[in-house]
């Protein structure tokens, strides 16, 4: 039935108009059970009780009885999946976008890491050329993963790309130039310059594969960063007497905090440390690589193989080359790393990048006016379903 609605809708190029009905809601402020949502134009109009929300006459209903519905999930930090490299290939970000719903994710940055600056350009090319018909997450802008990194935490990044900080090389990355996210490391010369720069043209800054010092890191925050890459990856160990760039964003309220929660980047006691430390401010990503939704192997990371298992991604010298993670997984790991609730686990992939990225009155929350972008869970958070901008754009095979 819904496939043939689907059709329909492609054919007549009508905006789909959905009820879900007797569902488990979180909103921004409330859990609400036995609740209707309502979607049109793919904006949702209503929600409330079940047995008040009339539904519109042409809407496809869905009884959503003993499912929790939530804001679709958002990944800042996306390598590829699939099989495929966004550094090496960004003509597939589309094509994994078409896929990612399965983990409940409608929204995402691809990233692109330290390669030649005509990669970048043609990453930015590629989300200007949306294919017809387009059904799956959003692409919303690029995640430039360096560049301008410190060497001496260069990970699985190919040094012979790395460079210093330079405001000729980057006049025309901005938002509505598709740069949506740079991470780089504050204390190299120039930096702040650059953070300057960006910022006054949209793009939110980042701190990330940084020997950054406490002071180093907070002269990144004044200049304007307000993000942390996969902390405290890619950054000194917190000591008691040098708490560094890590120990800069735990004691900050205010700077967002990127985690990778797959039990191999951080142990899960760190997880519950930076939870605690942070509350709101921290945000779930998959810094997920090509092999992400594959069979182990050999999978490529830009220049580099990656030795890939069940658990982990790796160079041949044992470096972390990204991780293997789904999104939702993300969100399951969390809840059982620190304890806490589903609503405060929701919020780290949903409310907290939407804010980050200013658009928090589009996406990340259920509310009246807001984009229809939805996952439907079931009671053990795995995914049942993904709307997309009002139309179902992945359902669980029974």
Same mark, same amino acid.
């Given at each position: 039935? /819904?496939?043939?609605?689907?059709?329909?809708?492609?054919?007549? &190029?009508?905006?789909?108009?959905?009820?879900?009905?007797?569902? #488990?809601?979180?909103?921004?402020?409330?859990r609400l059970e036995d609740?209707?949502?309502?979607?049109?134009?793919?904006? %949702?109009?209503? *929600?409330?009780?079940?047995?008040?929300?009339?539904?519109?006459?042409?809407?496809?209903?869905?009884?959503?009885?003993?499912?929790?519905?939530?804001?679709?999930?958002? $990944?800042?930090?996306?390598?590829?999946?699939?099989? $495929?490299?966004?550094?090496?290939?960004?003509?597939? *970000?589309?094509?994994?976008?078409?896929?990612?719903?399965? +983990?409940?994710?409608?929204?995402?940055?691809?990233?692109?890491? #330290?390669?030649? /600056?005509?990669?970048?350009?043609?990453?930015?090319?590629?989300?200007?050329?949306?294919?017809?018909?387009?059904?799956?997450?959003?692409?919303?802008?690029?995640?430039?993963?360096?560049? @301008?990194?410190?060497?001496?935490?260069k990970g699985a990044h &190919?040094?012979? +790309?790395?460079?210093?900080?330079?405001?000729?090389?980057?006049?025309?990355?901005?938002?509505?130039?598709?740069?949506?996210?740079?991470?780089?490391?504050?204390?190299?010369?120039?930096?702040?310059?650059?953070?300057? $720069?960006? &910022?006054?043209? =949209?793009?939110?800054?980042?701190?990330?594969? #940084?020997?950054?010092?406490?002071?180093?890191?907070?002269?990144?925050?004044?200049?304007?960063?307000?993000?942390?890459?996969?902390?405290? &990856?890619?950054?000194?160990? /917190?000591?008691?007497?040098?708490?560094?760039?890590?120990?800069?964003?735990?004691?900050?309220?205010?700077? *967002?905090?990127?985690?990778?929660?797959? =039990?191999?980047? /951080?142990?899960?006691?760190?997880?519950?440390?930076?939870?605690?430390?942070? #509350?709101?401010?921290?945000?779930?990503?998959?810094?997920?690589?090509?092999?992400?939704?594959?069979?182990?192997?050999?999978?490529?990371?830009?220049? @580099?193989?990656?030795?890939?298992?069940?658990?982990?991604?790796?160079?041949?010298?044992?470096?972390?080359?990204?991780?293997?993670?789904?999104?939702?997984?993300?969100?399951?790991?969390? %809840?059982?790393?620190?304890?806490?609730?589903?609503?405060?686990?929701?919020?780290?992939?949903?409310?907290?990048?939407?804010?980050?990225?200013?658009?928090?009155?589009?996406?990340?929350?259920?509310?009246? =006016?807001?984009?229809?972008?939805?996952?439907?869970?079931?009671?053990?958070?795995?995914?049942?379903?993904?709307?997309?901008?009002?139309?179902?754009?992945?359902?669980?095979?029974?």
């Amino acid at each position: 039935m /819904l496939d043939l609605f689907r059709a329909w809708r492609i054919l007549s &190029n009508v905006p789909a108009s959905l009820t879900l009905s007797h569902a #488990t809601l979180y909103t921004p402020t409330a859990r609400l059970e036995d609740a209707a949502l309502v979607v049109e134009n793919g904006i %949702i109009t209503r *929600i409330g009780a079940s047995s008040t929300v009339p539904s519109p006459r042409d809407a496809t209903i869905l009884d959503a009885r003993g499912k929790i519905i939530a804001p679709g999930y958002m $990944d800042l930090q996306l390598n590829g999946a699939f099989g $495929d490299d966004f550094t090496a290939n960004p003509e597939t *970000i589309w094509r994994v976008a078409a896929k990612l719903p399965r +983990y409940g994710v409608t929204s995402f940055l691809p990233t692109v890491i #330290t390669a030649p /600056l005509e990669h970048y350009d043609a990453a930015r090319h590629v989300l200007k050329n949306r294919p017809a018909q387009f059904r799956g997450a959003e692409p919303l802008g690029l995640h430039i993963e360096g560049p @301008f990194l410190n060497p001496q935490k260069k990970g699985a990044h &190919n040094p012979a +790309y790395l460079c210093a900080p330079d405001a000729e090389l980057i006049l025309d990355w901005s938002r509505a130039n598709g740069v949506w996210l740079v991470t780089l490391a504050p204390e190299l010369p120039r930096a702040l310059e650059l953070v300057r $720069d960006l &910022n006054a043209r =949209g793009v939110v800054v980042s701190m990330g594969h #940084t020997l950054a010092n406490v002071d180093e890191a907070n002269a990144g925050y004044d200049a304007g960063i307000r993000y942390a890459t996969h902390v405290p &990856n890619a950054m000194p160990a /917190l000591e008691h007497r040098a708490p560094n760039a890590a120990g800069a964003v735990l004691a900050n309220p205010e700077w *967002i905090a990127g985690i990778i929660p797959d =039990g191999i980047h /951080l142990h899960p006691a760190l997880v519950k440390i930076i939870w605690l430390a942070k #509350t709101s401010r921290v945000n779930l990503v998959s810094d997920a690589m090509a092999a992400l939704g594959m069979s182990p192997g050999i999978y490529r990371l830009n220049d @580099f193989d990656v030795m890939v298992t069940t658990r982990d991604a790796r160079l041949q010298d044992g470096t972390l080359a990204g991780s293997i993670l789904p999104l939702d997984a993300a969100v399951r790991n969390f %809840i059982a790393y620190t304890n806490c609730s589903l609503a405060e686990a929701l919020e780290t992939v949903t409310r907290t990048p939407a804010r980050l990225l200013n658009l928090q009155n589009e996406r990340g929350a259920l509310a009246e =006016g807001m984009l229809a972008d939805l996952v439907m869970l079931d009671e053990t958070l795995n995914v049942h379903m993904t709307i997309a901008r009002g139309e179902i754009v992945y359902e669980r095979a029974m």
